[in-house]
């Protein structure tokens, strides 16, 4: 189940980064156990999945210094605002991020620190 949510984000990331104005979710994980989960999921700047959909983030690609995080995208280095943390605990157990891609590059709309194991 993790894998092919997995696959369904890292199509979704594609297709936002190929230029599309927003990733359609085509049902095809409607039912995965953690899909209401992640549907609920949100942080200070709003629900995460209305604006853009989530990534699994591999351990070198993101770090935490001084109680603040940021995470590779492209292979630029982003600061994740505060406001973007998503605080409940994490039941995917991987870190997640959820960039949005615009004219002045790329934000974080959420971001949830994995297990770190």
Known sequence: M???FLGLCLGILAAIFMGAAQAR???AYSQSPLKP????L???????????DGF??????????DGHYRVRIENEWVDV?????????????????????G????????FMPGSMT
Do not use: Q
């Open 42 to 52: 949100k942080s200070g700047k709003g629900p995460c999945c209305s604006d853009a």
């Open 56 to 65: 699994a983030v591999s351990d070198p690609d993101w770090e935490s210094k």
């Open 25 to 27: 979710d085509n049902g």
């Open 103 to 110: 004219v002045h590059g790329i934000s974080i709309r959420c």
């Open 81 to 101: 605002p505060d406001d973007a943390l998503v605080t409940e605990p994490n039941r995917y157990g991987r870190t997640m991020v959820w960039p949005i891609k």
């Open 37 to 40: 989960w992640f549907d609920s």
């Open 2 to 4: 993790k894998d092919a």
